[in-house]
């Protein structure tokens, strides 16, 4: 069984992200969702239909850019604009044209780049202008400004009102876009929430490191004692601060009234990796990923 | 054809008249194979071709060559290569009717038997001449009876081969024997009697008769008119059953 007992809400007008290691289940749902595939049981509406039973209702309400799929070779892009609209569907030219397409209209499928070929899956799955947009890896393969661009396109569709429900192993594209992400583990939803609940949820200590060759103990004391820090350790010059994320603007705050500032100062904030890192292995609380060796420790709380 | 449907079957043309595959068995190899059998025998009526020209006996049973390379060679590739590749998925979540596009198939296939036997006509006219038809309604409710059979023979085994490699295998295997026992080989009467049992009863033996014999007044050919037909309805009953390819 992919998926088991799962319990996902998309709110009308959302971008919701789902998130979750390979395997979890999630294009298993998002084909469930667009009645691809049969659920073994359970209730499933997608903008009220029944996507099983109902699926001629349910489909030309919903674009969808789905992962392992093609178009036929010989197809031209032009050809694939005239295929795949319908009779209110947008200007396919204007499409194409944002996305970058235009210069390759007469190509066909199977010359365009990887990066091209997502790229028209969007455009198409935008074409016939859905309620709600299901895209599953929807950047992989394409290149940072092309991405910057399907990020910008996707937030202009979500303004307009539409809904959109993102598949990504990205968690910057998640942060970016998702008003809430839900995660999923061997089928579960284990947690949902916006990106930045789940960040405190699962993974708010933040690594503040800098250098001072000769720190005064007042100042490390005064650190120690802020609220939120759980670990202050001194290894040589170096010097590593833990703790919850607001631990940030106090710590630099104390060292701005000591100088000379450090010029070495780097602050590690924890992001939806690192959430989803501990969340999927089951750790509360785990350290930002740019973590580096511990030295000796000279304080800390809980 | 502003409809789903209806601007499927239209790409799907166009597509089929770029398809290498298509070009390549529907239209230029029945053509190339008559014009060389067709001329291997001469034109001098022959007891071994039923007291016929064999140059006409050829021509007359080419139009099923090019039924049978569709049904059993580009429609199979064409259809589990769309699976495979995950198109038919894409069709299906874009909102395109579940039997929408086995319904485009057999348009397409109908359309491409139709235009490749006229071009095997076009042909065949100047160098052999087309022999009259004797029994001109025999012969018109064989060919589309076949071009069903043989189209939906097609798209059910397009949607049960698992991949395109595997069509194509499976429809060359049944292509070739169907083709030289029951169409464009040597004519029944000089084949071995072991050989002619097992030519007898295969569905492009039994088109091909029915179309040759009432062509060429050989006979009406009612068994094999008969056998056609259950062929086109349970194979188009059976395709039909398997829409969601």
Redesign the interface.
Known sequence: MVVDGLDLDVPAGEIVGLLGANGAGKTTTVECI?G?RKPDGGRLRVLGFDPVTQ??RL??L?G?Q?Q?????D??RVA?AL??????HARDGGELLEQFGLTQRRRSVFSSLSGGERQRLFLV?ALLNRPRLVILDELTQGLDPAARRNVWAAIRQLNDEGTTVLLVTHEMDEAEALCDRVAVMRAGHVIDAGAPADLVERHASTAVIRFSMPDPPAQLLDQVRRLDGVREVARSGARITVRGHRRIVAHVCAALVRWEPVPADLAISQPGLEDALLGLLNGNQEEQPTAGSARGELIGGRR | M?T?VG??V??EL??MT??PLVLTFVFAFPVVTMLIIGGAFGTRPDPAFDGTNPSHWYVASYLTVVIAATGLVMLPVHLAS?RE???L??F????F?RWSFAFAQLIVGLLTTAVACALLLAVAAPVYGIPAVHDVWRVAVALPLGAVAFVSLGVLLGSLLPSARAAQAVGLLLFFPSFLLGAGGPPPHVMGSVVKQVAGPLPLTLLTNAVRAPWLGLGPATGSLIGVAVLAVAASAAAARRTAL
């Open positions: 667009q691809l699926p001629e489909r030309p919903v969808s789905l392992s799929s093609a178009l036929p010989r197809l050809e005239e295929l795949f609209s319908a009779p198409l | 502003s789903a601007r499927l239209r790409a166009k597509l770029r398809d769309y590749r995950g198109v998925r894409r299906a979540a874009a909102g009717p």
